[in-house]
């Protein structure tokens, strides 16, 4: 018995050092990837898969980083979802990741799932992006917001989860 996988195209969006290859790099190695093997001959970077389980159904998420493909609003294959990371110790980061929803949102018309992370909350005397904020401008566009530490692994199961979360409750809205 073989059964379909789903596959979901996931963007990790946001400035240089914000820890896009950092969160990236705990999602390959997250709790809550499947165990079983993808056979799904057109994805030709498997490294940059994830098996994930919810509800008792696996998925595979599988992640392009905004700085491989910075024209990705004109490649082929359809996003699933926009994952858009500022460090909260970083203000330059935030407006940058404001800029990219604002864009997304306005410019490409995409009603696709968007996260908005603050990531690297770890540096708590650094912080330099109030949480209400982050809050206030996601429910404006209509955006899921979360923090994250990419450097002490928290949040970031949640984080993967919740994508995946997502992206199902726009394949399938109840
Ligand atoms: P990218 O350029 O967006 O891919 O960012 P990287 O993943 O390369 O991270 C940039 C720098 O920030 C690296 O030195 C990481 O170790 C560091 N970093 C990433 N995530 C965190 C975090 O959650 N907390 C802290 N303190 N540092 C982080
Ligand atoms: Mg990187």
Redesign the pocket.
Same mark, same amino acid.
């Given at each position: 018995l073989t059964s379909q996988l789903s596959l979901y195209r996931v963007l990790l969006m %946001?400035?240089? %050092?914000? %820890?896009?290859? /950092?969160?990236a790099r705990q999602f390959m190695t997250s709790e809550y990837k499947g165990t079983y093997e993808t056979n799904t001959p057109e994805i030709i970077e498997p490294e940059r898969n994830v098996n994930v389980l919810l509800d008792g159904k696996e998925s595979t998420l599988h992640f392009l980083?905004e700085?491989q493909h910075p024209n990705f609003e004109a490649e082929d294959l359809p996003i699933d979802a926009y994952v858009v990371?500022f460090s909260v110790s970083d203000s330059t980061s935030y407006n940058e990741a404001l800029n990219s929803i604002r864009t997304l949102r306005e410019v490409y018309r995409i009603n696709k799932a968007i996260i908005l992370v603050g990531?690297?909350?770890?540096?708590a005397r650094q912080r330099r992006v109030a949480k209400h904020d982050a809050l206030k401008i996601a429910k404006k566009y209509d955006c899921r917001y979360t923090e994250?530490?990419? /450097?002490?692994n928290h949040h970031v199961d949640e984080l993967l989860v919740g994508i995946l979360s997502q992206i199902r409750e726009q394949v399938s809205p109840s």
């Open positions: %946001g400035a240089p %050092g914000v %820890g896009k290859s /950092a969160l980083d700085e990371i990531n690297k909350i770890d540096l994250t530490s990419a /450097a002490l």
